[in-house]
Antibody
């Protein structure tokens, strides 16, 4: 069946970078974009961007440009999200999710907790 | 771009119907039929329940339905059940080719 499995929790100091993986299986990798969404403790969902896995192009909202990078490895059907210059307010659960090609996120990873603390 | 506007909380009794609104602008909800809704139980992963304003993924109860009028989309839950108690988020595509979520609504089933 379709699965999306993320890497484990991370603890980082302010100013560091974090790279999270999102391994997919059970479907044709290049047919679906992958999005990243984060959720700070007790807060709502925040869209971070998406990667067109087929064309290897990414789109990020203005607030993340310059410190967010999304990449993919078609040989392992894995997508990566790297966030740099971490701050305490980047502490959140980070989710990757598959785009169902109808502008909605139908399969979600289990989430990766990232804690930014000195 | 600000988040879509949702009520912070709504409540209802078992068997009743409730509506959760999601208000955007002509740059997002009002411009596209690409509104989706997600249900999130505490400590769980969000689950897609509505896409394309009114479509339900396979396996989602037909007690969940969606609609849109102008810049406001709505999620309607009929025949409320205790298991419907959760947070609900709307989302829309935007004219800047980005996505945006609503602030979320907590549904309490009394």
């Amino acid at each position: 069946q379709v699965q999306v499995v993320q890497s484990g929790a991370e603890v980082k100091e302010p100013g560091a970078s974090v790279k999270i993986s999102c391994k997919t299986s059970g479907y044709t990798f290049t047919r679906h974009h992958i999005h990243w969404v984060r959720q700070a403790p007790g807060q709502g969902l925040e869209w971070m961007g998406k990667i067109n896995v087929n064309e290897d192009t990414a789109r990020y909202p203005q607030r993340f440009q310059g410190r967010l990078t999304m990449t993919r490895d078609t040989s392992t059907s894995t997508v990566y999200m790297e966030l740099s210059s971490l701050r305490s307010d980047d502490t959140a659960i980070y989710y990757c999710a598959r785009d169902n090609t109808r502008w909605a996120l139908d399969i979600w990873g289990q989430g990766t907790m990232v804690i930014v603390s000195s | 771009q600000s988040a879509l506007t949702q009520p912070a909380s709504v409540s209802g009794s078992p068997g009743q119907s409730i509506t959760i609104s999601c208000t955007g602008t002509s740059s997002d909800v009002g411009n596209y039929n690409y509104v989706s809704w997600y249900q999130q139980h505490p400590g769980k992963v969000p689950k897609l329940i509505i896409y394309d304003v009114t479509s339900r993924p396979s396996g989602v109860s037909d007690r969940f339905s969606g609609s849109k009028s102008g810049n406001t989309a709505s999620l309607i839950i009929s025949g409320l059940q205790t298991e419907d108690e959760a947070d609900y988020y709307c989302s829309s595509y935007t004219t800047t080719k980005n996505w945006i979520f609503g602030g979320g609504t907590t549904l309490t089933v009394l």
